[in-house]
């Protein structure tokens, strides 16, 4: 993929999203999310599965990212349940083993964590779907590190780009990478009508200050 695809990237994921609905836009009439969190946006990026263009995309620019950046990359681990499928195509694309690693190690059986073979010292690459605050994945790509392989980056469909997360990343020594990404969506979202200039305040609000957002 060329620097000009890679950078164009971000808004021709955004816009796939956007008109499958994996990813919806409400400023004036905010979700709720399991947290109790109002939102203006919610994100479920579990829709790309049925949709072969668009999940073809985003394992292209998972590929993409991996060759340019992570070229000795030696196995590909999908985050439950998210990246799961994505992690997968991928790996085929590669030609790459391919790995899951559970939030938690199962209680019965083996007793395992990280799904797959792998060896100590195996250079990591870890896909998820959606980064928000960033514990999950930051938990799954310690629990690999832990398990003796190094991890050379978490890479996801789409962020919120919250600071606490990137700085929860920064924290752990461990590069995270996007392929589209909150303010991507929202240029997207404008140009196509989805939501209007005028909401873009609220928008860009709620990411500097979500726990106050609604209130």
């Keep these: 993929m060329s620097k000009e695809l890679l950078e164009q990237l971000p808004y021709d994921i955004a816009k796939g999203l956007l008109e499958i609905n994996a990813v919806a836009l409400r400023p004036n009439d905010p979700f709720t999310w399991t947290s109790g969190m109002k939102s203006p946006i919610y994100c479920d990026n579990r829709l790309t599965m049925s949709y072969p263009a668009i999940r073809d995309s985003i394992a292209e620019g998972f590929a993409a990212i991996i060759r340019e950046s992570y070229p000795d990359c030696e196995a590909v681990a999908g985050i439950a349940t998210g990246g799961i499928p994505h992690a997968a195509w991928v790996a085929q694309k590669l030609n790459l083993p391919m790995l899951y690693v559970r ?3 199962k209680g019965h059986g083996k007793t395992n964590q990280i ?10 690459v870890l896909i998820e ?3 928000s605050t960033g514990g999950s994945s930051l938990k799954a790509a310690v629990a690999v590190r832990e398990a003796g392989c190094e991890v050379q980056a978490v890479v996801a469909i789409f962020t919120y780009q919250f600071a606490h997360a ?28 989805a ?6 305040a609220v ?12 209130a």
């Design 166 to 193: 990137i700085e929860a990343f920064e924290a752990e020594n461990i590069p995270l990478t996007t392929l589209s990404n909150y303010s991507a969506l929202i240029d997207v979202a404008v140009k196509n009508g």
């Design 129 to 131: 779907d959606l980064i």
């Design 115 to 124: 799904e797959g073979h792998f060896t100590p010292g195996q250079k990591v």
């Design 103 to 105: 939030d938690k190690a």
């Design 203 to 214: 928008l860009q609000a709620w990411r500097e200050n979500p726990q106050s957002f609604g």
């Design 195 to 200: 939501v209007q200039s005028s909401d873009v």
